[in-house]
């Protein structure tokens, strides 16, 4: 079995948290509704309806590319463009998938630094899409990730601004909250601030990544706007039979707490790892840590000698950072990801691996 | 907790077989390497060509309607044809998933009796695709059902020419096999007898129907026809993160030989009660029960009696079926499908709920 | 150059009525606004909504394919189904076009003599996809051909009969117009009695195989069906730089009733053909001769002799005919098409061949 | 008639060389092959051949945008990533085309300085999407524009480099030749050498701006790369059914140097115009005039006083100038194009109407 002290490499490769893991055994005995009709699934969407406090349509999926690129193509037809951040996932990670889920439409990225799409940078890139213009592909969607691919969070000010120009332009906004409880926590705020009180108009509303199997909720806020989705999720071969399987999971995740509680952890952990790092001589912040993901730069040859003693992270070539705070030649971005997982005992080994191999 | 003792409506309904919950819980534990880099997942695949006894490419993804639209995708390019038996899973209950995959690719449905196509009714269809005819969708693939959707099973013979019909005419021959080991058990032959050695390049290869939880594996024995998949499975949203999901399903249902004592046990109830409601006055077969799956004819004011009484079965409209022995004005042809949960308890209840509402 | 006095394999083969070519050269002098801005265009289209007494908006394109797949492609949405008869142009001759278009949609065939849907075979198959029901593609439109693929037509009673059950399932209405003037003159009755009035949403309207070069409009009387067609026809590259070339050859078309002219020729053209051929013995009719297409049956050595002496047109393999009508062991259906070009000289040389090649 | 002696917004709206108009009118006479199989085409694409020196598959289509995203679509599979310059035509101004004709394929915007991509920023462009990584859009084809989208033109050389660039990394290379003939003139070399003698893949090759009507060729110079376009143009719905009307104007446009010469005659205008304008004070140059477009810089008020006059021509937004040469506050890029039928006549008074409202 893989397991190492000093694996930060991604939240993905953790394990599942127990509650969680009995959940799904528990669901799995005997018979149920097949296709998400069974208790499980359908209490797991009135769950995710209280948390957000308001009405809306929910429906669970089991990756967070199916997330992304279903409610894309919920919100944007064929020949419409969907604004994204230059380096979010749905741009650079996903194959295509929302490309292909969308039939064709055109994903326009938008640079910003520190993973963040700016007001400026959003009317700019909007003027270059006018409204019946048939030549150009026509504004239908915003997609804002938070966490950001940077590891920094929106502030809700800056999700209204965003959410506010996007509307007022005609556009559905899209939150891709892979990490949402994460920036939940580190916000302070609730559900429904962070989302469809500031113009959030549907959520990709990740679990998977904090303690989950494989389970995320695509929730819109506009129900009007789920219409189609039952046949999206169909088509696309994310209607699980068994769908208890991901009904179980996110009535446990959303059970007594514990996403926020996973989420806190998570949070603390790359804040402890952060802390520890920057103290070091050679470390600089690239991104401030406002999850659980550190972003710093240093020299390239530290990291191999990182990586040689067991080290696992990923190098981050971007071009979200500001020339001036940019890597120099011999310098690398790198990026490591602590989970609900990581333990002080994994933080102390990866920091006295640093300092051993500094 | 939905359960009833006279549910026969489907085997998605069913539970799932504790080793592989034990499997997936042994899973999930700690660490592992994402995205279908895991141990468990790498040894499943291995095991699948140990019991295929053959190279080939494997890849698990968590639905059957994933499985076949992304093989189907793997096998035809959009201006080209998939041919079907009419009813079939893929044409009927998917969505549109394999058009969808494939870009728009044409599913050419051929009516059969019994759910199964003819080699005659292959080869006049096929005739109508003329190879280099440009206004004409180019035939790309055939795509057969194991066990099929009446429940019968195409016999060694039967495949064997179907796929040299295919192959004489540049076509691909997939097999939609949900139910895969329940057909296996009933011919009593290999995996690769009733695959790879009948002429079959692509499989999918169910385990959810069988007693997993949702795993089913998208099996090429022509390894060249596989070189696109992993981007295919990427954009299509069917690559989990924590892949070991499917791996650790995969690799308990394959040890011990569970899965086919679990298709034995569904089989062996299918049969019991099959015995035991031909026996009653008033009902007729429709298709030999050949796999674990029921369909018969009967008056519909019976049927009505029954549901009244608690039994949940499917009508099953169909043009699978001679005219002569169709229903007629006043009854109905409906399906009663079996587990490898279904016990002898609930065969009873069912005859014996059947006998008191005749 | 290719002449031939016996060609009757298709009006795609004809020329161009001299008024439509006069009229392109007209138009093509100078300079003009670009994309269909220009007047030709204009004129065009306001003239098609005079001659349909509504209301409307319309769209020229250059091929009969585009106007099909594009106006379908309006219509239903990639999860919905399509029906149409099974031998129809669009499902039989575009090779996938609707289903590229329409984005993956299902085109659902279904079965009639003398290429006609009958209101029955609509309800049959209309049952077989509920609403509502996820893992069936959605009923979305019906499209008839008028002329249909067996040269017949639709009475007005007929269309109206389809139309209403197709609405009253929620369906839109498009009229494959391919050779829609042919079936006006047939009728006698205006073109809005042919569409609109008779429950028609959207209509191909043909000129090109009607004495025009390239040109077809696509015509929605319902105008909130048309609003994203402007971006459908631009990103399906049918958005003509120098849009006159289509607008001219509208204007000129319906100019002093030259597209009835031209009609009344190929369908008089197709009487005497049929009748000369008729009374032939070992000749017998396969469908009746209503619009300018010829379908007989005979031994197909016969043809064989015909196409050696110099004759062209296609057997035309079906299975729109009773048991009873149809070709027998040695024998073939074979259609002739004339055009509006066709002369009196032609059709008495195609019938003096047949006489002396008996 | 629109006629306007200051109409300088696009060669698009420019009318048909007399030459190119009888070959229309000579080809529609009377009775001819069709879809494509008329002797017409068939000298157009053995004509094109010639002029290419080589062996090649050539394909008549009506549009620039249909060339473009058909030929791309040969090209690139549906989750492969084309590259492009970021202001393109394919890019921006065909409302998701090649998306659309490619299943979604993604396209990928390169910036650079007046329409050209660099070798260093197509390697920098490269490096982003690894051969090989799942996550990403697999690199498959590289599409430059000659004339660029900025009026400048690519040096052999320069097109080498990136060619030479683009096959090593496994990618096609095609040419958006909507103004071929333009650059060819421009550069005073052959056809053979601004394309496949120097990487060239498949080409647009461009008639409609340059003096035709409506007819585009798509011109694959490795032919086994055309292999699947007959059934990509058939179900795009671009081929014609009279395919005369394209193979017409494309034989005229190749008879005798008509196309160089129309070209000639569209540059030089375009010369002439530019160094009148560019002689004005408080008027400067964006980018060199070297083709059939002129880029130039001026107070935005200015060119109101222009519109105003009558002057017909576009402003154009752009990136692609660095920020010392681009427009400041109060200034405006602006484009103007000449075509073959641009007379000294309507320079000079747009010469006049520029000085007499400087």
Redesign the interface.
Known sequence: ????PV?FA?D?????APQI?QS??AA????????GA??WSQRACQRVAEIFETELAAYL???????N??ALSALA???E?IFCHEESHVH??????P?????????VGIPGYAGKITPEALKETL??FPRGL?????PAALTLSQVTEAGTIYGLDEIRALAEIAHEAGLSVHMDGARFANALVALGCTPAEMTWKAGIDALSFGA??NGA??CEAVVFFDKRKAE?F???R?????????GR?LGAQMTAYLQDGLWLDLAAQANTAARRLFDGLVAMPGVRVAWPCEANEVFLITESQRLERWRAAGAKFHDW?TRAIAPEAAPQLGETLFRLVTSF?TTDAEIDALLALARAHR
């Open positions: 079995m893989e397991t190492n694996n991604s993905n490769s953790a394990g599942v893991l799904i055994a799995s005995a005997g018979a149920a509704a097949a296709y069974d208790d999926v089991a990756t967070g590319t199916a997330a690129a279903l037809r064929p020949w463009a650079d990670d996903e194959c295509g998938a490309e292909f889920f969308a039939g064709g439409a055109k994903l003027a270059r048939v030549k150009s592909c026509q998977t990544k199997l494989a189609a039952p046949y999206l169909k088509r696309g071969g994310h209607t699980l039979s068994k399987l070539p997982e």
